[in-house]
Each structure stands twice: as structure tokens, then as C-alpha cells.
């Protein structure tokens, strides 16, 4: 089963794609923290696409489909996938469609995460995760059950990320607003677009999931 997870910023993508993760044994592709593992290792892309994601603008979709396409091709991807933050243009979603259709593969629920633009900047300010396994957590809505230590992993060690600031976010926003909402009627035509109320509690977000995903 291959999904993707449309919506804005700290709309709880990476948080359900975790989830799917563990419960369906699904691999979560999350473009974002690929880019971001880039900058880490200090190779030519990561210090090509720096200075983009600081400014809250999209990376070049060119360098974005390469990497979906190498990614999907691992032999991981063959029990199925979670696109999180991948398609964000009309142009990703397409090159997305073609790519499948030559490596035989499909995607199964496209699953918009809907919520009110005023939750999101609350949701980003308080986002923070684990430095060992990546786990997702929240100042106020996702606390670790032991103070300062990894429910998943036991790290005591949390990360933010520098793009998490109010100005990043705004033009974050913006760009999600101008570039990636056209891919809601892009897929609502072709019929695979299933909406889930992502201003509910992050368990019952899961359980609208499990809905869809279980449902016809
Ligand atoms: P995205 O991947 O869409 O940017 P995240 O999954 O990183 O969003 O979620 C953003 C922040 O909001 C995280 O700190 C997460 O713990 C928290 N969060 C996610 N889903 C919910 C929810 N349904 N209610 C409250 N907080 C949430
Ligand atoms: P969030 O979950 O908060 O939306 P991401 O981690 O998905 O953030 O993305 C962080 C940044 O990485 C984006 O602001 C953008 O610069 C870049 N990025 C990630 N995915 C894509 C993509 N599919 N196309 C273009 N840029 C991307
Ligand atoms: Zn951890």
C-alpha cells in the first residue's frame, strides 16, 4: 500500500507517517528530512538547498523528483510507502504519476490532512524531536512520558529545526497556500482524495486514518 499525506506545515504529516510506520510497516519518505540529512553530511545538494529551506521557499522540483525517484527504487519501498511532504507541486505530481506508471506501482489513498491555518503556527512553535531516532514530539500536545527522554529509543537528546521560525513559517504558509493547494483538486479529480480532520487530537487523527485506509 503507497500513500501520500497532503497538507500544510505542522499539519501532523510526519507524526501520522510515523505512526504508519509502526502499525503497517510502511517506509515514511519524508523529503523534508532528506534534505535535511543532505545539509548534515555536508554534500554539494545539501549546500545547494541550505539556503532555500532557511528561506522558507520550495527546492527546485528537478532536484525534488530525483531524489523520490532514487528513493522509490530501494528495496524497502517494496512493501509500500508514505510520501510525507512529496508531491508540493503541480509538476511533482505529475513527474509522481509517470514515475509510478513506468516502475508499475500506484498510490493507493491520497489522505488530506485538513485544519484551520491558526493551529499550525502553535503546532510548529512547540515542534521538536529526537536527535537518535527522529521520533516527533510537542511542548504541549506530543510530551515524551518521561521528561527529556525518547519514548521510542531512550536518547535524551532533542533537536529543532532551524526553519521552525515565525518569519520561515509565514512564507512556508504562503508557499503551501500558492504552490501545493492546487494539488487538492489535482487529486480530487482523479477520485483518491480522502479528507481527514487533522484538528482532532493526534489518536483520533490516527484512528480517520485507519478509516480510510480500511474503508472502501
Ligand atoms: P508536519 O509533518 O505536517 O509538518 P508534524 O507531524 O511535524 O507536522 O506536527 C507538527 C507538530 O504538531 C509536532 O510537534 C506534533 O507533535 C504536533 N502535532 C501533530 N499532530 C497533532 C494534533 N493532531 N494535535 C496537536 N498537535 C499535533
Ligand atoms: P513541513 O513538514 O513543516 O512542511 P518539511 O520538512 O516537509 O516541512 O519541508 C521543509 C522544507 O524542505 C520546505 O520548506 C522546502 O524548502 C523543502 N522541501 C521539502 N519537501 C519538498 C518538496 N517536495 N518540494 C520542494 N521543497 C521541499
Ligand atoms: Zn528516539
Redesign the pocket.
Known amino acids: 500500500m503507497n500513500l501520500i499525506l497532503l497538507g500544510?506545515?505542522?499539519a501532523g504529516?510526519?507524526t501520522q507517517a510515523q505512526e504508519l510506520e509502526r502499525c503497517h510497516g510502511l517506509v515514511q519518505l519524508?523529503?523534508?528530512?532528506m534534505?535535511r540529512a543532505a545539509i548534515s553530511s555536508g554534500s554539494d545538494l545539501g549546500q545547494e538547498v541550505k539556503s532555500?529551506?532557511d528561506s522558507?521557499?520550495?527546492?527546485p522540483?528537478e532536484i525534488?523528483i530525483r531524489m523520490i525517484s532514487e528513493r522509490t527504487d530501494q528495496l524497502d519501498c517494496t512493501n509500500g510507502f508514505i510520501l510525507?511532504?512529496?508531491?508540493?507541486?503541480t509538476a511533482?505530481a505529475e513527474a509522481l504519476d509517470d514515475m509510478l506508471d513506468e516502475k508499475g506501482m500506484k498510490i493507493d489513498h491520497v489522505i488530506e490532512m485538513s485544519v484551520d491555518a491558526q493551529v499550525l503556527t502553535k503546532r510548529?512553535a512547540g515542534r521538536f524531536s529526537c536527535a537518535g531516532c527522529g521520533a516527533g514530539y510537542h511542548d504541549e500536545f506530543q510530551k515524551p512520558a518521561k521528561d527529556g527522554v525518547c519514548d521510542h529509543c531512550g536518547n535524551t537528546e532533542f533537536t529543532r529545526r532551524s526553519?521552525d521560525n515565525a518569519e520561515t513559517v509565514r512564507k512556508?504558509l504562503d508557499?503551501y497556500e500558492a504552490q501545493t493547494a492546487p494539488l487538492l483538486p489535482y487529486y480530487r479529480g482523479k477520485d483518491s482524495l480522502r479528507t481527514v480532520d487533522a484538528l482532532a487530537e493526534i489518536a483520533e487523527v490516527t484512528a480517520e486514518i485507519e478509516t480510510v485506509l480500511g474503508g472502501a
Open positions: 500544510p506545515p505542522g504529516k510526519g519524508s523529503t523534508g528530512d534534505l532555500i529551506m522558507g521557499a520550495l527546492v522540483d525534488m510525507d511532504g512529496f508531491p508540493r507541486t511533482q510548529i526553519d512556508r508557499a
